[in-house]
């Protein structure tokens, strides 16, 4: 069965400090893969988003993103933490081919920054 | 622009009781999804709607659970005698077109059963 994969519940960094999220997914053919944020009282909001090509993607709020077919990753990394981008962090994915619409979500990572 | 917005934000409902929760996507938006956020869990696909119809739903998790968009815009998911393990988070997104098109989601409505 398709399946995405945060094996972290909840990471604490320090501001200024890197960040790293870890996402496996397990797809029949490469998926689509995607990054959510989910602040309190937010809806869900894209980072960043896997089709094909590139494999190292660029987002918003300085977030990237490396799909690793090898390893079946799209982990998501930022350099330097801020306070702002405590929230919980979803990976998702979906089929490249058929019902590509559903969305398949990891459960989360909430990221807690310490200052 | 607007995003997509949901009513209510919270509803607190009895055992047993009908309950409706509304979305409102994004103008243009011809695609439109519903998800469940248990706690402590990810979103989990309930159904997707292109245009009027219902494209997609294999993800109601039984008849208590019924979805219309009856004009292709506006989203209303009904849940029938409501239980307590159907607590939760619902969210709506909306997206132009399906595939892979991104979707944008709603704040969600907090259902709480009594």
């Known amino acids: 069965a398709q399946s995405v994969t945060q094996p972290d519940i909840h990471i604490t960094v320090s501001e200024g400090a890197s960040l790293e999220l870890r996402c496996n997914y397990s797809?029949?053919?490469?998926?689509?893969l995607f990054w959510y944020v989910q602040s309190p009282g937010q809806g869900l909001q894209l980072l960043l988003k896997?089709?094909?090509?590139?494999?190292l993607v660029q987002g918003i709020k300085g977030f990237e993103a490396e799909f690793k077919r090898s390893q079946s990753s799209f982990n998501l990394r930022k350099p330097s933490v801020h306070w702002s981008d405590a929230a919980e962090y979803f990976c998702?994915?979906?089929?490249?081919?058929?019902?590509?619409?559903?969305?398949?979500f990891g459960k989360g990572t909430l990221l807690t920054v310490n200052p | 622009g607007a995003g997509v917005s949901q009513t209510p934000s919270n509803k607190v409902t009895e055992k047993g009781k009908y309950v409706e929760l509304r979305c409102d996507p994004i103008?243009?938006?011809?695609?439109l999804y519903w998800y469940r956020q248990s706690l402590g869990q990810g979103p989990e696909f309930l159904i997707y709607?292109?245009?009027?119809?219902?494209?997609?739903d294999s993800g109601l998790p039984n008849d208590r659970f019924f979805a219309v968009r009856p004009e292709g815009s506006v989203s209303t998911l009904k849940i029938q005698r409501t239980e307590r393990g159907d607590s939760a988070v619902y969210l709506c997104?909306?997206?132009?077109?399906?595939?892979?098109?991104?979707?944008?989601f709603g704040p969600g409505t907090r259902l709480l059963v009594l």
């Open positions: 797809y029949g053919a490469t998926p689509y």
């Open positions: 896997y089709f094909s090509g590139d494999t």
């Open positions: 998702a994915g979906n089929n490249s081919g058929g019902s590509n619409y559903k969305l398949t």
């Open positions: 709607f292109q245009g009027t119809g219902a494209a997609d």
């Open positions: 997104a909306s997206s132009l077109m399906a595939g892979v098109e991104t979707q944008y």
């Open positions: 103008s243009g938006h011809t695609a």
